[in-house]
């Protein structure tokens, strides 16, 4: 991009950027990042709520089909810039909360829809974002105003409830008595250590059906790769010693380059001899440990597991590092590195160690463990698709219960809360002058995106809701915790409905979605290099009058340069009989 030169100056123009380089700056284009917001906020409403619907995303390989936010965001590649924002706060609240991926998304294009009057009509962003920041500050200390504590008796009661509004909206909603008790129970099992959610152990199996998935309070893995002799192991112990090793426990053959000289052949057997001596001394070293499991990170041969088979133990090798820090988590059992100095203190112990078969595979159990600070779910399922899904919806059932026992407080769902932070917003609007009312009305009005697209997903009208929700919080008593009632189409008490949800999640989407929100309202231009320019990138714009090989790279460039060579006669080497050179491209 060049400046223009003033006439009757010599002054040479100034190169900013370079040639081919896009520009799009002011209101223009800060209404076409809003509009791409609003796009993408279209691509998952549908999918917010009970009744959403879902959406199936094929990338040329793989088939996903979930309902999920923050997982159809992600596999949907957004290539616009400032979209992308949108993204981000999806993926921050998938990490932070594990729920309300698709509310936040929303809310922030809502937010954005609501304000772009505003800026057409020629508000400066930075007067909007001001009252955007004010706006949502209010919303989220109304959010802690109106918060609900639980204690002691009533914790795992509400802990079922929040569980099972988080599987509400997902595939295996209708199954949320069985899936919620199990997962309140796996992250209950964690004690105080909420941190690592590694600790809970998802394992899937194709086939049976969904409601054949189990919790196992303790550690569950699929039986590893297996040497001759393992079904010679004995499969089922009670109060067993468990040992656990980061150890190879086979005969290695030599390195291709090795060269032993020897003198006598009696010399070779010696040096056969001391190998098998160091792997007997090995398995000897965990026989006389009192270990009646040995797992190891690294492969156990075969004549490792036909030794242990012998001698009344049960060994498994290729165990995947999850497992075994899960499995040391459990029994008290350390990971050793050698066989050497192995004694009483470092082994694991657990009341019940049994192989099952689950469909098709075959799973090493470890139950009845002393420090039960790690749970295992398997899962069960028709297709590999059902069973993903499953898996993400349990990943944020989770991820909403370790929410719930650390803030220890919840809020009615439902588009309940929103509609509350809404009325509270309208009515502190009026006591700001000048634009900042305008604007926070705006904002509270953007809140109620929630309750309207849960209607509209519902097959409701969301216009009468919408009505009946309003006259409630705003002109009755008692209407703070009414929201939509998806069931009837109507209104209802969401907080006595047992629809729960933790606070930090309103609070989490709230502050998200506001801070996306005045992120995109503070870009007033974009600038996009194109490809070609780019380091590493095929083809450059070359010298003028350069042609087709003027400064080309790869193939097309030796194309442009074969054809100029043809059209100038450099020609060279010989041609077959009865063929001929053609002047210029068209011949002639």
Known sequence: MMGNM???MGRPGVILLREGTDTSQGKPQLISNINACAAVADAVKSTLGPRGMDKLVFDGRKVT???DGATIMKLLEIAHPAAKTLVD???SQDAEVGDGTTSVVLLASSMLKE??????EGVHPQVVIRAMRVATKMAVQRVKDLQVPFEGDKGREMLLKCAGTALNSKLISRHQDLFAPMVVDAVSGLKDDLSDLNLIGVKKVPGGEVRQSFLVRGVAFKKTFSYAGFEQMTKKFSNPKILLLNVELELKSEKENAEVRITDPDQYQSIVDAEWNVIYEKLDKCISSGAQIVLSKLPIGDLATQYFADKGLFCAGRVEVGDIVRVAKATGGQVQTSTNGLSEGILGRC?????KQVGDERFNLFTECPSEHTATIVLRGGSEQFIEESHRSIHDAIMVVKRSL?????VAGGGAIEMEVSKYLRSESMKIEGKGQLIMQAFAKALEIVPRQLADNAGFDATDILNALRKKHFHEEGGTWFGVDIDTGS??????????EPSINKINSLSAAGEAACVILSIDETVRNPKSEQPGAGGGSGPPGGGRGGGGGGMSGMMGNAMDIANNGQRSGRLGKGVKYMKGRGGG
Do not use: L
């Open 89 to 91: 706060i999806s993926m």
């Open 406 to 410: 650390k803030s220890r407080a919840v």
């Open 115 to 120: 304000i772009k009057p505003f800026i057409e």
């Open 65 to 67: 089909i979930s309902n």
């Open 491 to 500: 209104i209802c008490d969401t907080f006595k409905s047992n629809v729960w």
């Open 6 to 8: 003033a006439p009757g």
């Open 351 to 355: 009341g019940a160690f049994e192989e």
